[in-house]
């Protein structure tokens, strides 16, 4: 019976813990944001299609795309569809979609 109870406190600890990992959303603050969008605003990009995918908070981008620097921030933007999506560059997740 002690044994039982073991494995079900260590199932119940691991599906807790995959929970909270997969509702860690990402937060940008409102001063961060406001630098992004002045910043994006400031340097302009050429619109890329990319056919097929969407732009959804979530999806991760191809390789191929070009990814653009934003300084004194960790993530990146691009414009696709004419529109600027900012992106994290360790998973090319698209973090933000502005319109």
Do not use: C, F, W
Not at 27 to 32: D, L, R, S, T
Not at 82 to 96: A, E
């Amino acid at each position: 019976m002690n044994m039982l109870r073991k494995n079900t406190a260590a199932a119940m600890l691991l599906l807790a813990g995959i929970g909270s990992a997969a509702a860690d959303d990402i937060i940008i603050q409102p001063e961060q944001d406001t630098v992004i969008r002045e910043y994006v605003k400031q340097q302009p990009l050429a619109s890329v299609k990319l056919p097929g995918v969407e732009l959804n908070v979530g999806t991760a981008l191809p390789d191929t795309v070009e990814i653009h620097e934003v300084p004194n921030v960790k993530y990146r933007y691009v414009v696709v569809d004419n529109r600027t999506v900012l992106v994290d560059p360790g998973t090319r997740k698209i973090i933000k979609v502005y319109d």
